[in-house]
Structures are given as C-alpha cells and as structure tokens.
C-alpha cells in the first residue's frame, strides 16, 4: 500500500485498449515511483482485480466494447467501493456528449472519482492520482478511507 503523504509508491492498474497510451503513461508514472500493472481489457482487467488488489485504478471508457470502460467502473464500485478510479476517454471529442464525475450525483450514475478527457497529459493524470490517493489516505472526499 501506498506512504500517506509520499509520492509515487502505489501500485496503478492501467487498462486501455490502446498500447501507445498504456506504454507512455506507464513509464511516466514508474518514474514517479508507482508500480504499474497494464491490461488492454475490462475483462481482463477483472480477472486482475480478483486475484490482486491496485492502489487505483485508471480505466478508458471505450474498449472491447462502446461501454467496456462503464461496465468496469460499476464492477469495481460494486465490490471495492473506496478503490479510487479514474476514467479516461476520448468520447466527448468524438461525439460532442460530454460527462464528468465532479458532483456526487454524476459520480453515482458514471461510478468513477474522476473523468479525464484525451488527450490525457502525463501531470494531469499524475496529479489526479495523487489527489484521490491522498483523500483515500485521509479518508476524506469521494475515495474514501476504507476497502
């Protein structure tokens, strides 16, 4: 488990379906100290989650099918309730329909701490991390403090 108040340290599941983003946001955030472990599925990414648990959880919307990245997120809430998880996607440049998880009623209906629009910058992804990593540690905010 992550060091409350220390950078890095974690252990981040990153699951997208495609490898550029997976491959470049892994490094960047092995340089900053986490551990990543990396699938390109949400089925995948389950069979993951029931043999080991991550510190959070960074999942694209859009995989093996339209709603993959949705159906991944209730699975994990369902069961893990305070396992932060951030979704990323490229839906609202590719579609105009636009979603957030700023409130508490849209983190109910999307079940992630967080929407990240692609492109997703390196810093904005670490920051996030490290935010809904800390509330955790605190147990404060929308992670909250137990599994």
């Known amino acids: 488990m992550r060091k409350q108040g220390s950078e890095g340290g974690g252990t981040i599941l990153l699951v997208d379906d495609d490898y550029d983003f997976r491959l470049q946001h892994r490094l960047y955030l092995e340089g900053r100290g986490y551990t990543v ?4 599925g949400a089925e995948e990414a389950r069979r993951i989650l029931e043999e080991r648990r991550p ?14 990245g949705f159906a991944l997120c209730y699975f994990i809430k369902r069961r893990w309730k305070n396992l932060p998880v951030i979704m ?4 609202a440049a590719e579609t105009g329909f636009d979603f957030d998880a700023a409130t508490a009623e849209e983190r109910a209906w999307v079940k992630a701490d967080a929407v990240l629009a692609k492109p997703v910058r390196l810093e904005q992804l670490h920051g996030m991390i490290e935010r809904l990593l800390g509330e955790r540690a605190l147990g404060s905010g929308p992670a909250g403090a137990n599994e």
């Open 88 to 91: 990323v996607t490229g839906v």
């Open 55 to 68: 510190d959070a959880v960074v999942a694209d919307l859009m995989m093996e099918d339209d709603d993959a």
């Open 37 to 40: 472990w990396e699938c390109a």
